[in-house]
């Protein structure tokens, strides 16, 4: 799709550069999407169209924070990960 990807278990969980450089995705649930946005709305918010209203999620890297970005891509990869990689759901 001509931007790198981040994949656990072949499914994607964050992207760099889409919609365009300076951004990256992250796939949160629609709940941790609301949450993100909500808090922080310069960093963060839904992609268009579908994708987004399924929680695919677009983080403008120049304002965010770094633990931020570590939270939002350490709850999508749980989200993405296989549970026998991931555990028991509801542990960090």
Not at 17 to 41: A, D, H, I, S
Not at 43 to 71: I, M, S, Y
Request: aromatic share 8%; charged share 20%.
């Amino acid at each position: 799709m001509g931007h790198p990807d981040f994949r656990v278990g072949g499914r994607i969980f964050a992207t760099l550069g889409y919609p365009g450089r300076g951004w990256g995705m992250v796939k949160l649930t629609r709940e941790q999407q609301e949450l993100f946005v909500r808090t922080q709305p310069a960093t963060f918010a839904p992609v268009k169209g579908a994708w987004g209203r399924a929680g695919a999620t677009n983080v403008r890297l120049r304002t965010a924070r770094q633990d931020a970005v570590r939270e939002a891509l350490t709850i999508a990869w749980r989200n993405r990960a296989p549970q026998r990689l991931a555990g028991p759901a509801g542990l960090t």
